[in-house]
């Protein structure tokens, strides 16, 4: 599947930003079930865990992009299990982070599974209390 971008990160792309400009300090939400159909719209599902920086209040790093790739920076990624279930997509926010239906915040919305796709994780059934950490993320800009 496809990563989609909101309106907000696409009309960011038009402009004069990129899209390491625009995620960034942001954070990763997880949850349960089937994403939207658009990041434009209000989040569907139980939200899991929000992944941050070492599991803290600062968003995440992306390291140096290089081959239309940007992957996560070494710095951990992780966060605290809030719920119970199993892992069906993500919501890659920006710094402004704003959940519900909106057409200018900066988001990005994939799936998760344990092969082939958009997150990778190694066990989709995620249990309350336990810690996800996040090894590898790669944005991927397509060559054609």
């Not at 941050?52 to 951990?76: F, N, R, W």
């Not at 993500?90 to 796709?117: K, W």
């Given at each position: 599947?496809?990563?989609?971008?909101?309106?907000g990160?696409?009309?960011?792309?038009?402009g004069s930003?990129?899209?390491?400009d625009?995620?960034?300090?942001?954070h990763i939400?997880?949850?349960?079930?089937?994403q939207?159909?658009?990041?434009?719209?209000?989040?569907?599902?139980?939200?899991?865990?929000?992944i941050?920086s070492?599991s803290?209040?600062?968003?995440?790093?992306?390291?140096?992009?290089?081959?239309?790739?940007i992957?996560?920076?070494?710095?951990?990624?992780?966060?605290?299990?809030?719920?119970?279930?199993?892992?069906g997509?993500?919501?890659?926010?920006?710094?402004?982070?704003?959940?519900?239906?909106?057409?200018?915040?900066?988001?990005l919305d994939?799936?998760?599974?344990?092969?082939?796709?958009?997150?990778?994780?190694?066990?989709?059934?995620?249990?309350?209390?336990a810690?996800l950490?996040?090894?590898?993320?790669?944005?991927?800009?397509?060559?054609?």
């Amino acid at each position: 599947m496809a990563l989609k971008l909101s309106t907000g990160m696409r009309n960011g792309l038009c402009g004069s930003l990129g899209v390491k400009d625009m995620l960034n300090g942001g954070h990763i939400k997880i949850y349960t079930g089937s994403q939207p159909t658009s990041p434009d719209y209000a989040e569907t599902g139980t939200l899991l865990v929000t992944i941050t920086s070492s599991s803290g209040t600062d968003g995440v790093v992306l390291g140096t992009q290089g081959t239309g790739v940007i992957p996560k920076a070494a710095s951990v990624w992780s966060g605290l299990i809030a719920a119970a279930g199993v892992a069906g997509w993500f919501r890659f926010h920006g710094t402004g982070g704003t959940t519900g239906t909106s057409a200018t915040e900066v988001r990005l919305d994939g799936n998760v599974g344990v092969s082939g796709s958009d997150l990778v994780l190694a066990n989709t059934s995620l249990v309350v209390g336990a810690t996800l950490t996040i090894d590898t993320f790669n944005l991927t800009q397509p060559a054609s």
